[in-house]
């Protein structure tokens, strides 16, 4: 369950100034690190991140489908 104390709502002119649906500007994704390897540096752990992201995508297959 989740309780919201305070929700600021942002500007529609934000949204429309950060070209958020121009793919254009968007990074590639092949670029960008993986979930696992965020989780391996946030959690400083010594774990490969490839064996976070298979363990990770093991634990989506069998709770989310």
Do not use: N
Not at 13 to 40: C, H, N, V
């Amino acid at each position: 369950m989740v309780s919201v104390k305070a929700a600021y709502m942002h500007c529609a002119k934000a949204f429309m100034r950060s070209d958020l649906w121009k793919p254009e500007t968007w990074y590639d994704r092949a670029t960008l690190p993986t979930l696992g390897q965020i989780i391996r540096d946030q959690l400083a752990l010594a774990e490969a991140a490839g064996d976070i992201d298979r363990e990770l995508d093991q634990d989506y297959r069998q709770t989310m489908w």
